[in-house]
Structure formats: C-alpha cells, structure tokens
T-cell receptor, first 113, second 115 residues
Framework: AQKITQTQPGMFVQEKEAVTLDCTYD???????LFWYKQPSSGEMIFLIY??????QNATEGRYSLNFQKARKSANLVISASQLGDSAMYFC??????????FGKGTSLLVTP | SAVISQKPSRDICQRGTSLTIQCQVD?????MFWYRQQPGQSLTLIAT?????????ESGFVIDKFPISRPNLTFSTLTVSNMSPEDSSIYLC????????????FGQGTRLTVV
C-alpha cells in the first residue's frame, strides 16, 4: 500500500523568503514518481515538479526544487524567493504501481508582505 | 504540456438530478483519470477510463453512481447521478503528459454544489 504524509496543515512565509513544505511517503515498489501540485483558490491543479525514484539529482523547476532523500522516504518542496501569488494549497503525490496519483492531505501556504 | 478543457467549471444542481462533466484533451492519451475533492479535503481517485473498455472504479465508487464514457482518445465524460448534497465537491479529470510517467495534468475542475 502507498501512503503520502504531509504533516503541515498550514505554513506562513514572508515574501522573498524561502519555505520548505514537507512530504514523506511509503511504498514497497522500487519504481515510483513523486509530484508536487499547487492549487489556488480557483481550484485548478497546477503541476510544479516531478522526481523519479531512480533520479540521481534533485529536481528543479525555476523557483521550485525538490529535496529528495530516498533513504528517509522524504520529498520536500522548497520554494525560493516566495511571492504573494504563491499563496495556495500544495499537494504532494506519488505514482507507484499504477498510473493514477495518490495524494497527501495538503499544506496551505500563506505568503505575507 | 497537455491542454485539458473541462466543462462546466461550476454548477449548482438540485438533489436527485444528474450532471455530466466533459473533459477534452488536445492530444491523444491512453488513460484518463477522474478525481473527486470534497470540501477541505485532498483528491481521491474515482476511476480510470481507457478508450474502448469499461472504466475501472476505485473502492467506494460504483458505475451506477458515476458512469463514465470514453468514446475516443481525446474525450471522456463523468456523470454524477441522483445527486445528494454529499456529492458537492470539485471533480477533476487528469491525463499523462507527453513525457510519460513524469507529468500529469489536470483540467480546470468542476465545482459542483448540490442543494
């Protein structure tokens, strides 16, 4: 069975600061992928970044980077230089034995001026 | 990235009625996924829709309540049948990106309120 855990229901960060959103996972499948999504209040799901279990380097996409620690089964999202528009729900998700995604409960991020 | 058009974006429906949600993709995709997001909750997979075969439903979801069509490789519909207030949720369709297994994109979502 797969499980995604996001332990931070809510986070605050000041504009221009960096913030780390935590995600741990559990799977017995050796091949899996980890995803992060942003969901603003409009409800759409915006794909941010992907990390494969066999990838040697941490994924980066612009201001987003994924701190992948395979032995600890963690895949934390780091947002650098936060902007007011980053305020949203953030979901960590995993794909392992199928093609559908299994989501964590999400973290609500509020960026303050 | 795949462009997914999902309609309607929102609706308010009477209990006991049905609503059909459409999902159109700008490229051919093998699998399409339908998710439900209840208020304040995470996303839960309803079913996987393959072209030319019956959809595969997850535990807790049944075809009579959530019939799905997949007539071709770019289109799918989800119907929420005999609605009750408990069906009030955001419903989202999702597909793989061109880089298989490394991208997954969502439609804009359908925000359904049942009164």
């Amino acid at each position: 069975a797969q499980k995604i855990t996001q332990t931070q229901p809510g986070m605050f960060v000041q504009e221009k600061e960096a913030v780390t959103l935590d995600c741990t996972y559990d799977t017995s499948d050796p091949s899996y992928g980890l995803f992060w999504y942003k969901q603003p209040s409009s409800g759409e799901m915006i794909f941010l970044i992907y990390q494969g279990s066999y990838d040697q380097q941490n994924a980066t996409e612009g201001r987003y980077s994924l701190n992948f620690q395979k032995a600890r089964k963690s895949a934390n999202l780091v947002i650098s230089a936060s902007q007011l528009g980053d305020s949203a729900m953030y979901f960590c998700a995993m794909r392992a034995d199928g093609y559908a995604l299994n989501f964590g409960k999400g973290t609500s991020l509020l960026v303050t001026p | 990235s795949a462009v997914i058009s999902q309609k309607p974006s929102r609706d308010i429906c009477q209990r006991g009625t049905s609503l059909t949600i459409q999902c159109q993709v700008d490229s051919q995709v093998t699998m399409m996924f339908w998710y439900r997001q209840q208020p304040g909750q995470s996303l839960t997979l309803i079913a996987t829709a393959n072209q030319g075969s019956e959809a595969t439903y997850e535990s807790g979801f049944v075809i009579d309540k959530f019939p799905i069509s997949r007539p071709n490789l770019t289109f799918s519909t989800l119907t929420v049948s005999n609605m009750s207030p408990e069906d009030s949720s955001i419903y989202l369709c999702s597909v793989e990106g061109e880089r298989l297994n490394t991208e997954a994109f969502f439609g804009q979502g359908t925000r359904l309120t049942v009164v």
